[in-house]
């Protein structure tokens, strides 16, 4: 190959590239670092993870897989009013399931308070923080606006002996919450507001999932972050663009904290914004806590738990981060895009499967009563290896009620009385007439059925073209189960973005559906929950963690196709 095509595969290959990967790319070539590449995962376990959480694993350990580096799982728990150790094992069990590992033991900023406490004493002593008796209101009116300056605080000068005694005794439990803060010392009249003497600490008697009473004080998020990023060597420290205007703050405690030529670099990107989805987990924790919804694994909910329950797979989330990509300007991806990862994995990957869930008795007036046979038919179109099952026919069927029209139009090509179709891998049937009850109600539709007709025999009559197929479950042999239809919680496009009405006045009043009379073929009596099926001509099914022998429970992922689209703009 010559230089002029190296030359030009380099250049297709730069283009690849995301921001975030070409500044890694250029921090090799400069040996930043000594050329490694370590992120981290610093989620709070103040609730479950979400789909947004899905596209920062995907970045952080795919970025460590492909630079040969290592990634951390990092819990920022600072804040035990509000963490618990059921959030830990959430978080490391999505991860787990979406198929990354963490290097090493999950880390925790509680392993380094004691050197936080020992380098906020250091910038104390320095004359670089001070122990503010303020309330949070007063400070947060000093602080000014982004276009006035702020106003020092009264307590700004004490000298370095007052403010490490103070400290000390606020360490030592002698305030009350909120009766004191220790902040940093920068400057009062920065546009940057996060420069604005920041609060480093707080006072918190509360127990800690991990250290118990030990402390009563915690350090906040902007100074814990960095020192915990300098402390466990990461080099590229990836967060969402709404820390941009942290990164000052990032950078000033670590300059001031440290005196290696090593520094780690926060780099933000955009936040996945999902349409018809809320993404704050204080919404979603009050979703739950009303019961808008069945818990933090609601199938209707946005969180990695929620998508796995309701038979999202590992796979087409890494698949709908990747084809999201990492963007530096925050947009609103449809989430419409991630129905269709997870349809696009299930179409290849699913075993075709027969359920009825609107069920009507078709009866095969001329197939004989007591006769039942077993009828090959292939698991997977789309997997040559997925090879074929059996599954039984006899004289009482169940169809679709939908499937039946008495009165039919033109081009209702399902079936009506005097018109053929295909029963799935059977034969050819001819419906004669509808019995109903005392009500007028179809309680069974009688056929006849052409038994030259069977599917894969290869006879003239098998090979007959009509123009529909409809799916069926033997009567006889199909196992009862509940069906679960759920869609989309929320019926307006952004239900967190109007200012003017609760976002949970836009929850959709039909976001689940229960069915509770509906049959599946019998091989689906042996499934485990997580297993995924595409159930013929209605859409893919998972089974749910409820489901037990003695009632199977199954829940709609997504439908076979996009019908939302359609359905909104009608």
Known sequence: MDNKNVKEENVNESKSLNFIQQIIEEDLKN???????????????????????????????SLAQQYQGKCNLRFDDTNPVKEDTEYVNSIMDDIKWLGFHWDGEPLYTSDYFQQLY???????????AYVDDQTAAQIAEQKGTPTVPGTESPFRNRSVEENLDLFARMKNGEFKDGEKVLRAKIDMTSSNMHLRDPLMYRIMHAHHHRTGDQWCIYPMY??????????????????????????????????????????????????????????SKRKLLELVK?????????????????????????????????????????????????????????????????????????????????QEEFLSIENNPEDPESGNREIPFSRELYIERDDFLEDAPRKFFRMTPGQEVRLKAAYIVMCEKAVKDA???????????????????????????????????????????????????????????????????????????????CYVEPSLKDAKAEDHFQFTRLGYFSVDKDSTAAKMVFNRTVSLKDSWSKTQKK
Not at 32 to 60: M, Q, W
Not at 118 to 126: C, G, N, P, R, Y
Not at 267 to 274: I, P, Q, V, W
């Open 31 to 61: 040996n930043v670092n000594d050329g490694r590449v370590h992120t981290r995962f610093p989620p709070e376990p103040n609730g479950y993870l979400h789909i947004g959480h899905a596209k920062s694993i995907c970045l952080n350990f």
């Open 118 to 128: 020992d380098w906020a004493v250091k910038l104390i002593t320095d004359g670089k």
């Open 222 to 279: 902007d100074y814990a972050h960095g020192e915990s990023d300098y402390i466990e060597g990461i080099t590229h420290s990836i967060c969402t663009l709404e820390f941009e205007v942290h990164r000052p703050l990032y950078e000033w405690f670590v300059s001031n904290l440290t005196e290696t030529a090593y520094r780690p670099k926060q780099r933000e990107f955009a936040r996945l914004n999902l349409s018809y989805t809320v993404m």
């Open 290 to 370: 009303d019961n808008h919804v069945n818990g933090w694994d609601d199938p209707r909910m946005p969180t990695v738990s929620g998508l796995r329950r309701r038979g999202f797979t590992p796979a087409s989330i890494r698949h709908f981060a990747d084809t999201i990509g990492v963007a530096k300007r925050n947009n609103v991806i449809d989430v419409s895009l991630l129905e269709h990862c997870v349809r696009e994995d299930l179409n290849k990957t699913a075993p075709r499967v027969m359920a009825v869930l609107n069920p009507v008795k078709l009866i095969v007036t001329n197939y004989p009563e007591n």
């Open 439 to 517: 009500a007028g109600n179809i309680t069974e539709i009688h056929c006849t059925y052409d038994a030259k007709s069977k599917s894969g025999s290869g006879s003239e009559e098998s090979k007959r073209k009509v123009k529909g197929t409809l799916h069926w479950v033997s009567a006889k042999h199909a196992a009862k189960a509940e069906v679960r239809i759920y869609d989309r919680l929320f019926n307006h496009e952004a239900p967190d973005a109007q200012k003017e009405t609760d976002f949970k006045e836009f929850i959709n009043p039909d976001s689940l559906q229960i069915l509770n009379e």
